[in-house]
């Protein structure tokens, strides 16, 4: 008889000491994100052509490899994005060309940064990609991060080159 | 019907028999029934990580606990469905001891930690009696630009139940 109470008694327990809910929709978005800097305070790279003292010799012109390029790149499932390299505003003295070559990722970021060559890439007033397929990434921020940058003028026909100065402006963009 | 009015008596039956309190089912409803999150970054977005770790806290987030009595125990236990990026945790804290009457209360181990919701039941706060406008904080961790770009849903479930 104690048993069948005992039993009565947890139904009606159950019975009356319900249960209610309440249900809370979450939602976190993380957008799409493309983000890209040349790292340097000064991002003006001067080549200056010297030429040796010994008579007969070619003009050379130093290399520069203190520019790094950084990025945030966030995308869909699926999404990969490249990051291009083109002369946006003046042109090369004629009978020289820009050859960039880039070193893989440095530094603290993470994640899927992509790809490069390490053959020299030609630069010029049309878009050339130097890294392809970018995922989610980030490479941090600053110089010593991401990937560097070596320039390169080179002389390809001394007959047309000219004395003076020349400006031109490299833009990034990634895409 | 003949099934409600039985368990209708069987339980003033049984509180009469067992106890000196009077029926209740504790219900619990919330400030808010929806919310949204969208981190920043680390710095300058160029080159960062997005904040790993964001709290949310608003005045509309609250729970409140009625249809309950002095006598009347009660916990809230909160759990999530599974629809959630692994990588994301999330958590809730209770931030404040809400409203009631004097002889209401609630239990101090809520305010002091935060308890991960999963995808099984977590006890979160225990107490006596109604109380309203207890506030609730969110966190979650695990944010990075390493996911995709994406909206990430998942549905939390606050459940409270009457305890002897």
Redesign the interface.
Known sequence: MKFIKAI??I???T???????????????????A???V?KSNTTTNFVGTASSLAGSALTFSSNNNLWI????????GITRNITAQITSGSLPIGTTLKLTLISLHGT????PGTTTTVPITISSSPTIIIRDIG???????VG??YNLTFELAITDYSQLRSGNTSISITFTIT | MKRLLS?FF??S???DT?SQCT????????G????????S?L????????TPE?TISSGTLT?SIA?SNTCSNWEVSVV?DNT?NTD?R?YVIRTSEGIGAPDSSIEQASLANYVEITTIPQTFMRGVNNRSSIQIS?K?TG??????????????????????
């Open positions: 009565v008694f139904l009606i327990q019975a009356c000491f319900g249960q209610s809910k309440a249900k809370v929709s979450f939602s976190l978005y993380l957008a799409d994100v983000t890209i800097a790292a950084n990025f945030t790149s966030q995308v869909s499932s970021g993470s994640g899927t989610n990434a980030f490479t941090a921020t600053g991060n991401g | 368990i069987f339980c039956v049984a509180i067992f029926i209740f089912t504790p219900t619990i409803s919330l808010s029934n929806s919310i949204s999150a969208s981190p970054f710095g300058n977005r160029i080159g960062s990580d997005r964001l729970i249809n999530r959630i994301l999330l969110y979650i944010i990075s630009v390493n996911m995709d770009a994406s909206r990430y849903l998942s549905n939390i479930t606050f459940s409270v139940i009457g305890t002897p």
